[in-house]
């Protein structure tokens, strides 16, 4: 069995190439960073490719839309899905690990109380459980370097709030559905608040100017102090 | 130099954007109407794709501090410049101490205004654009819209080559007879509802982000709107629960989560530019033939200008650069 048997390539429109895989697990994961990786040296060779943006469980490729065009371009991404697939390696890299500080719950975290009530927990045990796994970073999106981080431990998983909040301090930690974040800047956002770091994922004049990029790993350390 | 006296509504510094930077969460931004912005620059024998200014519905009041060639194309909003109206599609000499007041409201439809200055505007490139990124701050005047009292630099290098655009000084667009904006789309098969049989209005509480639709017509789709979120381009259309479809704009965030009903052909980009709330708007379905056949025309109307204009500005190039 390959990879290459559960990835479906779809038009997104007439300049766009839409890689779609099956599944949410670790190997999965792999296969978008992998495809995002050929993807970005494919455009370091030709322009007419864009430059990946990795998904969930997809990678968009942007390409000209007359030449290669979007069937053209669907014929080349073929043989680079296939390529990707008969990689041996089938196992996620290990990127660097980046610890984030973090102040929980008080005016830096003012869902905290309710997550606990919603999961029938104490605000120390929803802390004790953030804070316990490493995440890894899946993609970015929303803004400029909000990284969705996967995943949650079980038990963890909440709905985003109702109404957003009009404005979300900037390093705000965050969770929604199976995924947790830091907003990178203030803006509004409608995940609930657990905590706060003092640690800049954003700087637009650093390169990269994302702190927290695909396939680097993710834990946070609760403290007391700023 | 240009003393801005009144900002206008919207006034916001923009080129043909930072496609590349999507994998970081980063909007390409860039002219909402990128065919009007590139008409301004050819009338100065700019690049098509260095910075002006991109004026909203409602513009600003500029005064030259030294002689300065500015052209301006897109919607009529009502420009004068030195006190005689400009008309879109028209390069004009403003002497020290003359003013380019851009007041609108647009004279026949449209939205959107581009000021272009003799070499262009001169900000810091960020991630390798001068556009404005509203959303996080960063790109044209300090991230945000101009304000009274900023002054804006033009680059060397440019000047006036003729007085008018021999062509559309707006980005070209199909309607029907009761004025209703056609938009061609490639459907894309998912769990969205139909979204060409109906007439759609574009909703006050559209902006560079995404053109956001009301009408009759709309199906609710009751989803929770959490399917696995992936790359989307600009086009993009989304429908959320409420059923009220979003055409993903310059702003846009680089992955989302909605149902897709289809993507906007890149021929009909430009014009989504020119979309003011109120008008009204119907989706048409188009194969990928009829799509690159659209492109092809258009570009060729771009070029027989252009070869009219005798200036080296290549549509080509713009796109190339606007896609990514």
Do not use: K
């Amino acid at each position: 069995m390959t990879d290459a048997g559960v990835a479906r390539l779809v038009p997104f429109g007439d300049a766009a190439v839409l890689v779609e895989f099956d599944g949410d697990d670790e190997a999965t994961e792999a296969r978008v960073l992998r495809l995002a990786g050929a993807v970005e040296r494919l455009h370091a060779a030709d322009p007419a490719f864009g430059r990946a943006v990795p998904g969930f469980s997809s990678v968009l490729v942007p390409v000209d839309p007359l030449e290669p065009g979007v069937d053209g371009a669907m014929e080349r991404l073929g043989q680079l899905v296939g390529e990707v697939a008969a990689q041996p390696s089938r196992e996620l890299p290990s990127g660097p690990l980046v610890e984030l500080p973090t102040r929980y719950g008080g005016s830096d975290g003012p869902d905290l109380d309710e997550v606990a009530a919603l999961h029938d927990l104490r605000a120390a045990d929803i802390v004790e459980l953030h804070a316990s796994v490493e995440y890894r970073v899946r993609y970015l999106g929303f803004a400029p370097g909000f990284a969705y981080l996967w995943r949650l431990p079980d038990g963890l998983a909440t709905p985003r709030l109702a109404t957003p909040r009009a404005l979300v301090p900037p390093g705000s930690v965050a969770i929604a559905g199976g995924h947790t974040a830091v907003y990178p800047f203030a803006s509004p956002g409608g995940w609930r608040l657990l905590g706060r770091t003092h640690v800049r994922i954003w700087d637009v004049t650093a390169d990269p100017p994302a702190l927290l990029l695909p396939g680097r790993r993710v834990r946070f350390v609760p403290v007391t102090d700023p | 130099m240009i003393e801005v006296l009144e900002p206008g509504l919207l006034t916001t510094v923009q080129d043909l954007g930072r496609p590349g930077w999507g994998h970081l969460g980063v909007p390409t931004a860039g002219a909402a109407d990128p065919w009007s912005m590139a008409v301004a620059n050819a009338l100065l024998a700019n690049a098509p794709g260095v910075a002006a200014l991109e004026v909203t519905l409602t513009g600003p009041r500029l005064r030259a501090h030294r002689a300065l060639d500015v052209a301006i194309a897109g919607a009529d909003l009502r420009a004068t410049a030195g006190g005689h109206p400009i008309s879109p599609g028209r390069a004009v000499r403003l002497e020290p101490g003359e003013e380019l007041t851009v007041p609108g409201p647009p004279v026949r439809g449209g939205a959107r205004a581009y000021v272009a200055l003799a070499g262009g505007i001169d900000v810091p490139a960020v991630l390798g654009s001068r556009s404005t990124c509203l959303g996080a701050s960063f790109g044209g005047i300090e991230g945000r819209s101009l304000r009274a009292g900023d002054r804006l630099t033009a680059t060397a290098g440019g000047g006036r080559t003729i007085d008018a655009w021999p062509g559309e000084p707006i980005a070209p667009r199909i309607m029907d007879r009761d004025g209703t904006v056609v938009v061609r789309v490639l459907p894309r098969p998912s769990t969205a509802p139909e979204v060409t049989s109906t007439t759609w209005i574009v909703s006050a509480a559209s902006d560079r982000m995404g053109l956001r639709l009301d009408g009759d017509g709309r199906q609710q789709t009751g989803a929770d709107g959490e399917l696995p979120s992936h790359g989307v381009v600009r086009g993009t259309i989304q429908v959320p629960p409420d059923g009220r479809p979003i055409i993903l704009h310059a702003d846009h965030q680089p992955t989302g989560g909605y149902p897709v009903a289809g993507v906007v052909i890149t021929a009909d980009l430009p014009s989504l530019g020119q979309l003011a709330p109120g008008d009204r708007l119907r989706f048409e379905r188009v194969d990928l033939t009829a799509a690159q056949a659209a492109l092809v025309e258009q570009r060729a109307a771009w070029a027989a200008a252009v070869a009219v204009l005798r200036a080296d500005a290549g549509w080509d190039d713009l796109w190339r650069s606007a896609g990514g």
